[in-house]
């Protein structure tokens, strides 16, 4: 059995660590916005007594382009291809995540550049 921080680490590149993760719903899936110094990536969690994570997405920081409130508890990111990510926050509010991904994606190394191919769709479901 994957434990969470094992499938979100596997994800991240050398010099790259998990900074935050929120518990939020995504497309009626319950699971993990995990942000990391470089990418978020969304872990998908199922199971009651025993836990299953999957990947199902994750999106580099430089190819995000707007992050945009919803209402309470909801948060859309853009992405630079206009793919639309809704997700609903679940113990925090939509503010303390949005400013936490703002603060990360300011600090993040821009300066690499990444091609369509980097944003890896790992499952849709």
Do not use: C, W
Not at 14 to 21: N, P
Not at 37 to 49: P, W
């Amino acid at each position: 059995m994957t434990k969470l921080s094992d499938l979100a680490n596997a994800g991240l590149e050398d010099g790259d660590d998990v900074k935050k993760t929120y518990y939020v719903r995504y497309d009626g899936n319950y699971g993990h916005l995990v942000l990391s110094k470089r990418k978020l990536q969304f872990i998908k969690e199922s199971g009651l007594f025993r836990k299953k994570y999957d990947m199902l997405f994750e999106i580099p920081y430089e190819r995000i382009d707007k992050i945009t409130p919803q209402g309470k508890n909801k948060l859309q990111i853009s992405d630079l291809e206009h793919k639309d990510y809704s997700f609903e926050t679940v113990e925090n509010s939509e503010s303390i995540v949005e400013s936490t991904l703002r603060e990360l994606i300011s600090s993040a190394n821009v300066n690499e550049s990444y091609s369509a191919a980097d944003m890896v769709q790992v499952a849709e479901k």
